[in-house]
């Protein structure tokens, strides 16, 4: 059976929710191998390691620069924590509300793409990323969260850009799952399955992702309310309903 772990960048703001991440794995996630846990080292106090999944990895690093920037850095980097076959990256405010199989989604993952004219803010993530690949780049490719990629391709964009960390490091704007998505769809188009959303029939979601920014908000407004909500009715289906 070919191998997938499950990769998390996160920090303190976000802990209580990747608390409840890593319970909906436990209840939820089958067909993995181990979950990697990348912490800030000045962070490690904080973080409560008495409730993990079986087969959890903790890797504390020293946080660099812009924290935006550097979780990013991480992810595009995770082969270097991870030996298994593909990587799935889940974020510390994805709940994973329903059972759950990763091995479905192996050994030719799937990858979402849409126009740039029909994504919106979004869009911000084109010159960037036509910037490093230097090529024109049609499609949006972060269109679904738990994106799940092979190794060996984080391996080959490292080999090809070895100033990949200062390239991100120095960035105005940057996406990772761009970068990754548009350089399989140039470079290794047989590896994946690269649907067009117009012509993708929805499935179910890997998880359900909340919004951890509305949690953290002070005299939160209308709108950050209702996703306080949502955030706490999602965690009550993943382990009561």
């Known amino acids: 059976m070919q191998t997938v772990d499950i990769f998390y960048k996160s920090y303190s703001k976000d ?3 990747l608390h409840y991440s890593l ?6 996630v089958t067909g993995y191998n181990n979950i ?4 800030p080292e000045h962070e490690k106090h904080l973080f409560d390691t ?3 999944p079986a087969r959890t990895l903790i890797h504390y690093v020293a946080e660099e620069g812009n924290g935006y920037l550097f979780q990013q850095w991480c992810k595009l980097n995770a082969a270097t924590y991870s030996d298994a076959d593909f990587i799935l990256f889940a974020d510390s405010d994805c709940i994973f509300d329903h059972p759950l199989d990763v091995q479905i989604f192996i050994p030719v993952p799937e990858i979402l793409h849409t126009d740039w004219e029909k994504v919106g803010d979004a869009k911000c993530w084109r010159e960037p990323t036509e910037k490093i690949l230097k090529a024109p780049v049609p499609y949006e490719f ?3 969260n738990c994106l799940i990629y092979h190794r060996s391709t984080l391996l080959n964009i490292n080999a090809r850009f070895p100033e990949l960390k200062n390239i991100v490091m120095s960035s105005q704007q940057f996406s990772e799952f761009n ?8 470079n290794e188009g047989g590896k994946y399955n690269f649907v067009n959303t117009d012509t993708w029939q929805y499935v179910e979601p890997k998880g359900i992702q ?3 920014h509305a949690t953290k908000e002070k005299g939160a407004s209308e709108l950050h309310l209702r996703e306080y909500i949502r955030t706490l009715e999602t965690i009550l289906k993943a382990f009561v309903i």
């Open 179 to 186: 970068l990754i998505g548009a350089w399989a769809w140039m």
């Open 142 to 144: 972060m269109r679904r």
């Open 50 to 52: 008495r409730v993990l």
């Open 210 to 212: 909340v919004w951890s």
């Open 15 to 17: 802990f209580w929710l």
């Open 23 to 28: 319970l909906s794995i436990t209840k939820n």
């Open 36 to 39: 990697i846990l990348i912490i």
